[in-house]
């Protein structure tokens, strides 16, 4: 069981809007960044969103993050098929001195 | 654009050892920390252990604590992780991953393109 905790699947059609949660506690969510990453499958993680709502150069701005106290979301508007991968958001946990991920969302672009 | 590189996956019996490398280039490694992400098959990912830009922080996982150990040599640019006493549960894909800052306690916005460690008799 993972410590932050996200759906484990979502869905939209092209051109649609999506948001994927997460959810965490005072200990992780709460008092550090939020992070994003995307899993194409069968290649290593990318950095979606880094510092809560901070994209890397190279990400389109058709993603965003948020957080609002002990919770966390991704949105990804203009939805594409190749958009369709695992997300996973990820925040560092004061009390276990070490980072800690989301389950993962798998989503899928109908 | 950075490049991580790990080596010295593969297949080991349970109680055995395996040091894992990363090879790291076209940054300044030492001004950030680095870290091992883990992912079983199927399964989603895992952050295993953290190093400072120094190294003279390191964090583990509860998972591996006392069984493995995280080190660095800023002098040959690469990142190790020396796993001992291994058990099936950690068969995985081995990812090595750069932090965004110093400390250890950052996302990671490069990643290597991961190496099997499969544990098993």
């Known amino acids: 069981q993972s410590v932050l905790t996200q759906p484990p699947s979502a869905s939209g059609t092209p051109g649609q809007r999506v948001t994927i949660s997460c959810s965490g506690s005072?200990?992780?969510?709460?008092?550090?960044?939020v992070y994003w990453y995307q899993q194409l499958p069968g290649t290593a993680p990318k950095l979606l969103i880094y510092?809560?709502?901070q994209r890397p150069s190279g990400v389109p701005d058709r993603f965003s993050g948020s957080k609002s106290g002990t919770s966390a979301s991704l949105a990804i508007s203009g939805l594409r098929s190749e958009d369709e991968a695992d997300y996973y958001c990820?925040?560092?946990?004061?009390?276990?001195?070490?980072?800690?991920f989301g389950g993962g969302t798998q989503l899928t672009v109908l | 654009e950075v490049q991580l590189l790990e080596s010295g996956g593969g297949l080991v019996q349970p109680g055995g050892s395996l040091r894992l490398s990363c090879a790291a280039s076209?940054?300044?490694?030492?001004?950030?920390?680095m870290s091992w992400v883990r992912q079983a098959p199927g399964k989603g990912l895992e952050w295993v252990s953290a190093?400072?830009?120094?190294?003279?922080?390191?964090y583990y996982a509860d998972s591996v604590r006392g069984r493995f150990t995280i080190s660095r040599d800023n002098s040959k640019n690469t990142l190790y992780l020396q796993m001992n006493s291994l058990r099936a549960e950690d068969t995985a894909v081995y990812y090595c991953?750069?932090?965004?800052?110093?400390?250890?306690?950052?996302?990671?916005?490069?990643w290597g393109q991961g190496i099997l460690v499969t544990v098993s008799s």
């Open positions: 510092r809560n709502n």
């Open positions: 005072s200990s992780n969510i709460g008092s550090n960044y």
């Open positions: 076209r940054f300044t490694f030492s001004n950030y920390a």
């Open positions: 991953a750069k932090d965004l800052d110093y400390g250890g306690n950052s996302g990671f916005d490069y």
């Open positions: 190093i400072s830009g120094s190294g003279g922080y390191t």
């Open positions: 990820a925040a560092w946990h004061d009390s276990l001195s070490g980072a800690v």
